[in-house]
């Protein structure tokens, strides 16, 4: 029989989903390996047919997204009940990603921002969504928002993790092939190269032994050279705190790197690595200019934990309750 795999979302934007779908061709060969049993976006399966398996009869559930609702909770649950190994896809899954950036709040102000806080929002009674309600006789439910967004580890255990915001299709190909061929490394292994971008950046040879920036620019800003460093060039780039192994698509593009990777087994906090990788670029030894120079930086934390917020040590602002 073939191995029976599970594809789950929580949180997320569905980019995870489309790198599933980007292994083009190639996605016919996995789906001749292996038996999908899962796949919200694309088949028709649901919670009970997963619920009326045997424990441990599903051998991977890939599963991608935050956990941000007592929905995403409970199906995470579920899954690792039901699969003999747990794989965190993606960097909302992983660390929490673009919406555990929702940890600057809380979800009484991001209900109260969604709800009625905005210029096109007509709602002058202030209507929010209900766990319970009843109508025509029959009681609704919807999920509960948690006040905290949470990474996947935080809820259940997780065996093996897959970077990006998406991961390529390469990597997701690979972890797939270690699966059918029991080729699997040490669990709460990382599946992809334990290295800095830097050290495989295709213009690393045009980085200065000695880079220093006078100036941070943002790319709408110039014309960003093809063919040189784009730290040189000052531009706001990760790839010196970010883990390797996305095939640098964003250089490839002519863009800098913004970290979706994360950061290598030897970082404990990616924000607080690239923060104090930029910091020393300053090309100033004067307080006042170093300040004047890092400014130019937007948003420091949705810069440097716009992936990782829920995973660092500081996970999330604290909120005064609201009266």
Same mark, same amino acid.
């Given at each position: ?22 292994? =083009? %061709? ?5 789906? /001749? ?12 399966? !649901? ?26 909770? %409970?199906? /995470? ?5 039901? $699969? ?6 993606? /960097? ?9 950036? =929702?940890?600057? &709040? ?12 905005? *210029?096109?929002?007509?709602? @002058?009674?202030?209507?929010? @969504? ?39 299709? !390469? ?13 699997? @490394?040490?669990?709460?292994? #990382? ?16 980085? @200065? ?12 800003? #110039? ?16 790839? *010196? $705190?970010?883990? &390797? ?28 690595? =690239? ?49």
């Amino acid at each position: 029989m073939k191995p029976k795999v599970a594809f789950y979302w929580c949180a997320s934007c569905g980019g995870c989903e489309e790198a599933v779908v980007d292994l =083009a %061709e190639s996605i016919l060969d996995v789906a /001749a390996a292996i038996d999908i049993v899962l796949w919200p976006v694309a088949t028709d399966f !649901k919670r009970h047919h997963i619920e009326a398996m045997a424990d441990g009869e599903i051998a991977a559930a890939i599963i991608n997204g935050a956990i941000r609702s007592t929905e995403q909770e %409970e199906w /995470a649950h579920l899954l690792r009940r039901k $699969a003999q190994v747990v794989i965190s896809f993606g /960097a909302c899954a992983q660390l929490g990603g673009v919406p555990g950036l =929702a940890n600057l &709040s809380d979800r009484q102000a991001i209900l109260q921002t969604v709800y009625s806080g905005t *210029p096109s929002t007509l709602n @002058p009674e202030g209507v929010t @969504p209900q766990p319970a309600s009843r109508s025509n006789g029959h009681d609704l439910h919807l999920p509960v928002l948690f006040d905290t967004v949470r990474r996947l580890d935080e809820i259940i255990s997780v065996d093996y993790s897959i970077p990006g915001c998406p991961p390529t299709p !390469k990597l997701l190909a690979d972890a797939v092939g270690a699966l059918l061929t029991g080729k699997l @490394p040490e669990k709460g292994a #990382v599946l992809a190269p334990d290295r800095a971008l830097c050290d495989e950046c295709p213009r690393k040879d045009t980085r @200065p032994d000695k880079l220093l920036v006078a100036e941070f620019k943002r790319p709408h800003q #110039v014309l960003i050279e093809d063919d040189k460093c784009i730290m040189a060039q000052g531009l706001l780039c990760l790839g *010196p $705190a970010t883990r &390797s192994g996305c095939e640098s698509r964003c250089i490839q593009g002519n863009m800098p790197c913004t970290g979706c990777f994360g950061p290598t087994s030897r970082v404990r906090d990616y924000g607080a690595k =690239a923060l104090s990788a930029v910091a020393s670029l300053a090309d100033s030894n004067d307080d006042a200019q170093i300040r004047k120079i890092l400014e130019a930086i937007p948003d420091p934390v949705g810069t440097f934990y716009r992936y990782s917020l829920p995973a660092a040590l500081l996970q999330r602002k604290r909120v005064t309750p609201h009266a």
